[in-house]
């Protein structure tokens, strides 16, 4: 016998294909509103980026979208003690990167991984004449350890060291500035509370460590940076908090940072002070940590060197696309050019996967 609809499902059934045909209505002007945008539809739609790109566009224009996160996360935060997925509350409105604090499975094989990829870009400069130094900027977790709330695996607090021997076993030359930062974190702060990078202090710091390390570099010009004003910084690490400031303030508040700017007060000649320096002998390669200027790395290095430099760093993107970019450049055939300097995060050591790739063969493309 075939089921009997009684009243009560009838209802069901017409308010189910009422939400339906009003959802329907609804998303009538956002696809409509998509298409204008989208001048390359078809070839979207074949390759499947289509769909993916309405989806996103679609769900952050959904009303009540930014209301049900935000009370999810506070229900979240009440409850569990969290609040977001990248970042890891500490003491004192201080905030970490979550990518610090996970560990991959396969943690030897990716070190190793990138220590091989390391020693190909060392042996491609070689090849071109130059030298390369590798400066591991320590983890934040590692150095302000007084603000941590959750201990890491201790995994964590051995990957410099371990790195670092590895680098010296296969005599690549690296700049360790770890000991100086574990020293004047005790005095002062030498990354941003509730972001992912250095402040000034450790920008600077590392600047000089790395002068000390290699005096051979020194040059012969007059830099010198100069306090040029304050900033509130918001700090990446703040986007991952989706829930209310009002319930913890303090991870929400601003860092008031020192801003400086490096110049050199005896700039030279006139005709060099009109087209700047045709070349240089060193190069830095940076991700962030030199990129943005709040830090000033890229100043503080050619005030501690007292020479100048030229600088490919690039944001969110880590280490290795920055060489890519740098070998892909006119610098990486330039014989003036002798020295490169290579920042490099130590926190790509756990949060980037890459492929070997032969660097000898090529020079737009690397890795």
Known sequence: MLPVMRSASKVNGIVFIAMLAGMFIYSLPAVFNFARTQPHGVGLFVDGKLLRQFETFYDKGLFLRDFSVRQWANLQYLVFHEGSSGAVFGREGWLFSNQEYLIPNDLDANVANQLAQIAEVRDSLAAKGKRLIV???????????????????PEVFTLHDEFVAALKEQQIAFSDVRAAFVEAAEEQDLYVRNDTHWSPAGARLAAVEFARQYPELHGSRHYASSVIGDKAVKGDLVNFLNFDPG???QYFAPVTITLYETVDSQRGNAAEALFGEVSQSLMLVGTSYSRIDDWNFVGFLKE???SDLLSVSV???????????????DAFNDPVLTTVVWEFPLRTLLAQRTTVRDVSKQNATLF
């Open 315 to 329: 944001e969110a993107k880590g280490p290795f696309h920055a060489m890519e970019e740098f070998v892909a450049s």
């Open 304 to 306: 501690a060197l007292q």
């Open 135 to 153: 400066l591991p900027v320590p983890m934040k977790l590692d150095i302000q350890r007084d603000y941590l709330q959750d201990q890491p695996e």
């Open 247 to 249: 319930l913890q303030p």
